[in-house]
Each structure stands twice: as structure tokens, then as C-alpha cells.
């Protein structure tokens, strides 16, 4: 089993939807959660973090996490077109060291 | 004033050299970390520096030997450079990694290409 599984995608929304991104994780000791969006070519940007559960908004992200399922989640409001990346889920481990999920590729059409 | 820059951009060399990846970090953070992102786009943590000291070492292939002169700069040799080595390398770093709030950030990475 993955230590932080996601979906590759495409996960494929209509400009102005909301595009949901999820992520579980296995190691029921993680007590810090990251998002990165990442464009084609460039490096991991951090849009994200939450540390307790329920819900943490950041203007049109809010991110979700739920300790018992070991789920956290990403949605996106509004999506435009410059939305368009791969979101990486992030679980801090073992010595603190950050384990990434393989990421998912969301494209919003205009 | 870039936050974390890393040199070369590119690098382009043949299987059997060896050669080196430089990073640099001017937010004051004590941590610093070397990723590798595969083809596949998987991002993978191979060594974590702290004020110098080696603090993280994953499976890595002893050809890779990470260095650090200061906690704001974490170099990375490869020798004998392998096909298998492709890949883009990125730096980070973060304030204090036990912190909960372990924000890493990267540096714009070096796309490894090993013919």
C-alpha cells in the first residue's frame, strides 16, 4: 500500500465548477497535511496545509481533513483555467520528512 | 531575491561522469532537503539537512553524497552517473522541521539528463 495515494486523473471541470481532489494516507500518526500545485515544468508551489480536523478555507481553496478515515481533500472554488496543474497531496512522516502522493492532474476548459 | 535558487537549470551529461548541483536558501531556515521527481512525476525526498547535520538519508545509492557548509547552502554530488539517474532534482528548505507547520519551500529544480 502507498504511504499517500491520489488519483492521477485527469480530473477533467468546466471553468467556474468546483473541482474536488482527494488523498488518503496511511500512517495514522501524520499530524501535518500539505497541498502543492504544481505547473508543467516548474516546482511544487504549497497552497495549503492543515493540521486539525474539518475544514480550512484560504479564499477559493479550502482544504478538509478527517483523522479517523485518514482522508484529507482539497476543493476548489471557481475553478479557472489557470487552475489547471497537478495538485500534491503532502503527509508529514517518520522524522518529519514529507511524503508526497503521486499528484492529480486537474485541467478546467474555459 | 530569490527564496531558493538552485544551479545549474540544466544538465545535460554522459553515464560515468560525475557531477554536482548547487542550492542556496536566504529565508534563514535551518532545514534543508534534496527531492528527486521521477518521470512519473513522483516527488521523493532522498536526504534533509539541519544547521549542517545530515538528518535524513533515504535509500539512496552511495554515489549520491549531499554537503553542507552552512545551513544556507546543501550541495549535491553524483558520481559515476547512471541512465537511471534522469530526473528532476529539487532543493527545499523549511524553518524548523519539528514544527507541525513544516512548510518546505522548493527551489525551481535541475532537470538531470544522462545519456
Known amino acids: 500500500q502507498k504511504e499517500v495515494e491520489q488519483n492521477s486523473g485527469p480530473l477533467s471541470v468546466p471553468e467556474g465548477a468546483i473541482a474536488s481532489l482527494n488523498c488518503t494516507y496511511s500512517?495514522?500518526?501524520?499530524?501535518?497535511f500539505f497541498w502543492y500545485r504544481q505547473y508543467s515544468g516548474k516546482s511544487p508551489e504549497l497552497i495549503m496545509s492543515?493540521?486539525?480536523?474539518g475544514d480550512k478555507e484560504d479564499g477559493r481553496f479550502t482544504a478538509q481533513l478527517n483523522k479517523a478515515s485518514q482522508y484529507v481533500s482539497l476543493l476548489i472554488r471557481d475553478s479557472q483555467p489557470s487552475d489547471s496543474a497537478t495538485y500534491l497531496c503532502?503527509?508529514?512522516?517518520?522524522?518529519?520528512?514529507?511524503?508526497f502522493g503521486t499528484g492529480t492532474r486537474l485541467l478546467v476548459s474555459p | 531575491d530569490t527564496a531558493v535558487s538552485q544551479t545549474p537549470k540544466y544538465l545535460v551529461t554522459q553515464m560515468g561522469n560525475d557531477k554536482s548541483i548547487k542550492c542556496e536558501q536566504n529565508?534563514?531556515?535551518?532545514?534543508m532537503y534534496w527531492y528527486k521527481q521521477d518521470s512519473k512525476k513522483f516527488l521523493k525526498i532522498m536526504f534533509s539537512?539541519?544547521?549542517?547535520?545530515?538528518?535524513i538519508n533515504e535509500t539512496v545509492p552511495n554515489r549520491f553524497s549531499p554537503k553542507s557548509p552552512d545551513k544556507a547552502h546543501l550541495n549535491l554530488h553524483i558520481n559515476s552517473l547512471e541512465l537511471g539517474d534522469s530526473a528532476v532534482y529539487f532543493c527545499?528548505?523549511?524553518?524548523?522541521?519539528?514544527?507541525?507547520?513544516?512548510?518546505?519551500?522548493f527551489g525551481p529544480g535541475t532537470r538531470l539528463t544522462v545519456l
Open positions: 527545499a528548505s523549511s524553518q524548523d522541521r519539528l514544527a507541525k507547520s513544516n512548510e518546505q519551500f
Open positions: 500512517d495514522r500518526g501524520s499530524q501535518s
Open positions: 492543515i493540521y486539525s480536523n
Open positions: 503532502a503527509v508529514t512522516g517518520g522524522f518529519q520528512k514529507l511524503v
Open positions: 529565508l534563514g531556515h535551518d532545514t
Open positions: 539537512y539541519n544547521n549542517k547535520e545530515l538528518i
